[in-house]
Each structure stands twice: as structure tokens, then as C-alpha cells.
């Protein structure tokens, strides 16, 4: 019977390999990582670090994303999960997209597209050939700032939700196309239809509750929450800014979190609660195991490094710029 822990240990330190993690991987995973953090976070430090191998813990555009940004680093996923939501826009779909702005009066050279970082690269690629840029739930609000900018319509993908709750805390104009009257000349940002399935788990219902039952709890959730449920909180932010935020309190005060279970149940405290009756669970994030890790740790000392992430050249470029404009934004 192979000790996992002891062996993952070992191999991190033969081997010239960073572990790369998301707050959404089970415990026993999070916990073998040399870097952790939120989308943004993650991206930003594996920029920085130098071993040329990383094994990252997370669903697909995360390990894309570093290839794309570290194009030299050779990058293995333990499980290639997908994003749902990433899922739910190709770059197909992207055309067909703009081609709905401009056959609704928005001339495709007066498009600003951005692209939630839960993408694939092949949508990032498109997103910046076009000239526009990458965002992720922590810096939302900046880059869309930036986009502004640039005095163009804003297309937003693939998620709706963050789209109109930054919208709403800008003040600004927004339709989401398909739902409604979607009139892109009216609007200062036009929304893909996209959405996380398990972030849309959180309902009025479960903040009535654990208000009802506990009158000062603060509720907070992560911005791909329903705006209603963004509205109805006392705080919304990234799984970082959620971190720092339950971090933050006093240990007397409660707080019901809106956002995936291994994170809000790594923080469990004795007044920290999970705002669903139902298990908000990432199946994808949630895939990878630790014989998983250390399986992709060992193909690397066997010389025979399994699920590699490849992106092709033309795609890297476009969808570096995109990524290099968010980074670029302070
Ligand atoms: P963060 O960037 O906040 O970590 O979010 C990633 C994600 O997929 C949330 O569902
Ligand atoms: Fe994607 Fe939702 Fe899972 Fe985040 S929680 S990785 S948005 S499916």
C-alpha cells in the first residue's frame, strides 16, 4: 500500500515541481500544494515561480492558463476537469455572439469583449485578437473600469451573473442575451447567458433562514451568485476576498458562506455555515484525488509526464495578450 502523503512529499522534493492549487480541491489535495490562492492569485504566482514543471490541482483553464502566460513551463493536471460554466461558450459560439451584437447595431469594431477567466483559451484567444481582456471575480470591477475606457459596448462572457453584479455595483446599463428584451444598443454591458451551476444552488429561501434563525449573521457569498443573492448579502468577493473577509470577524459573529463546500468547510469554525441544504459541491474540482497527484508526480520521475496541457501557438499569442492586459491592470 503506497503512503500518498509520503510519497508526494518525496517527489516534490527530487523533482523541480511546483503544486498548484485551488481553494475548491478536497482537503487532502489543498494541502499538498506549494501555492494556493483564487483564480487570480494563482495565475499571478505562477507566473512568478521558477520550476519548470507545475502540477496543478484545478479544473482545465487554470492549468490553461498558465501554459498560455508561461508558455516554457510544462504543465500536467492530475484530472483534466472542466468548468461547467467555461463549458458553456466555445469560440464558435463566441462568433455567433458577435455577429448577434452586430446584426443588433453594434459595429464589430466598437466591441469591447471580456472574458471571465473561466474560459477556455480558445475564448481568450478571441477575446484578445479583438483587443480586449481577461478578468476574474477579484478584479471585475477594475477591468471593466478599464474596458469602459475605451467608450465601447462591453460583451461580457461566459458568465451572466458576474456581468450584472458588477454592472449593478457600477451603475451601469446591462441586458443578458436571451433573457428578455436583450436590446445591445441600450445597454453599456451585454451579458452571455452563462452561469455556474453550483453557485446558483444558493437561494432567498437559505438566506431567510439563517437570518431568521440567527438575526446579526452576516451572509457572504461569491460573486457568480444570482444578483438577487449578491443583493439580499452583506458581502460578496472572490474565495480569496471571502477568505480574508470570515477572517476578519469577530470570533463571535456568525456568517453563512455562499460558495463551494471544501472551502467554507475548511473554515468551519464553531460560527461559520454553509448557506445551502444542499452540499454545494464542484464535481469537477472535486475529481482529483491525492493517487491522482501523486500518480502525475511519479509520470514526471518516470519520464513519461501524463496529462499535459498543450495549447497551440496561434492560440497561446491571443490568448496571452488577454491574459497580459489583466495582469497589466494594478
Ligand atoms: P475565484 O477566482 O474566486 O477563486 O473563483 C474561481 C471559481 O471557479 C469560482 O467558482
Ligand atoms: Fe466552474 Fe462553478 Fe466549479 Fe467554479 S464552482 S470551477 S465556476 S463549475
Redo the contacts with the bound molecule.
Sequence with gaps: MIDYKSEINRLKRELDVTVVA?F?QRDEVFEMADITGDSLELARKCKADSNPWVVFC??AFMGQSVKVIAPEKRVLMPKVAC????RMIDASYFDDTVNYMVENGIPKEDILPITYI?SDATVKAKVGEMGGLVCTSSNAFKIIEKGLESCKKILFVP?RCLGQNFAISMGLKYCVIGEGECDPKEADIICFNGF????QLFTLEDIEFYRNKYPDIKIAVHP?CDPKIVEASDFSGSTSQLIEYISNLDPEDKVAVG??YNLVNRMRKANTYVLSSTKPE????NETTLEDLYLTLKSIEDNRPINEIEVDEHTVKYANLALERMLAVK
Excluded at 282 to 285: G, L, N
Design positions: 485551488h475548491y484545478g479544473v468548468c461547467s460554466m467555461a473561466n458568465d455556474c451551476a453550483v453557485h457568480e460558495t463551494e464542484c464535481p469537477t474540482m
